[in-house]
Nanobody
């Protein structure tokens, strides 16, 4: 069992930056690939970014690529999402998730993930 707790959300102006953190419980964090998803009000949850177990491999949605950076610190059981050049359309609840799925081609799918955090809200004001 892995428990995930996100933090770092808040209100930021258009063009601003935020760094989200997700801390995992347990001693097996490094055995999980991690993902970030988001869900805007009235919309389905969507993939944002993912990172492999060692942190070497990262993947991004089209909307996140070039603006967001996912990273992890296995010694701290933490995964991060640095978000720059934020836009109002980035407003959403952001979730981190953990998976033992080894095929990175599947990491964009919600169903690939075994554990989810409770989410942290990001609001970008125009």
């Amino acid at each position: 069992q892995v428990q995930l707790v996100e933090s770092g959300g808040g209100v930021v102006q258009d063009g601003g930056s935020l760094r989200l953190s997700c801390v995992a419980s347990g001693r097996t964090f490094s055995t999980y690939a991690m993902g970030w998803f988001r869900q805007a009000q009235g919309q389905e949850r969507e993939f944002v970014a993912s990172i492999g177990r060692s942190g070497t491999n990262t993947y991004y949605s089209v909307s996140a690529k070039g603006r967001f950076t996912v990273s992890r610190d296995n010694a701290k059981n933490t995964v991060y999402l640095q978000m720059n050049s934020l836009k109002p359309e980035d407003t959403a609840v952001y979730y981190c998730a953990a998976t033992r799925q080894g095929d990175f081609h599947l990491w964009y799918r919600e169903g690939a993930y075994d554990y989810w955090g409770q989410g942290t809200r990001v609001t970008v004001s125009s």
